[in-house]
């Protein structure tokens, strides 16, 4: 057993931006999400409009079970999130606003 091992384990090529990931990645693809949908302190959730920070944003995968690239993911609270799951014709409060305008 080298001594690099557990390094090479943790920084290595790991990255893969297909996957949930670790930590930084969690962290950096919120970081993203407020900054692409907001001011980077705060954004809408892409399904009600509830103002989202670092803290209450989830990460909402477009396509249910797809990928964690960038141009799957969606800003969601945790309601929103957990309504949808992976129920391709939940409608979204907005949606459902837009509907009866
Ligand atoms: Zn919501």
């Not at 990931?21 to 993203?32: A, F, I």
Request: hydrophobic residues 25%; contains cysteine; proline residues 6%.
């Amino acid at each position: 057993m080298s001594v690099n091992d557990k390094s090479y384990r943790q920084h290595g090529d790991g990255y893969a931006p297909d996957r949930r990931g670790n930590s930084t990645d969690r962290r950096r693809r919120k970081e993203w999400l407020l900054l692409v949908h907001g001011n980077g302190t705060s954004c809408p959730c892409t399904h009600c409009g509830r103002r989202l920070t670092f803290r209450t944003l989830e990460v909402d995968r477009i396509t249910p079970g797809g990928s964690y690239a960038r141009d799957n993911i969606q800003p969601a609270c945790r309601r929103c999130n957990a309504q949808r799951s992976d129920n391709p014709r939940w409608l979204s409060p907005l949606a459902a606003a837009a509907l009866n305008q």
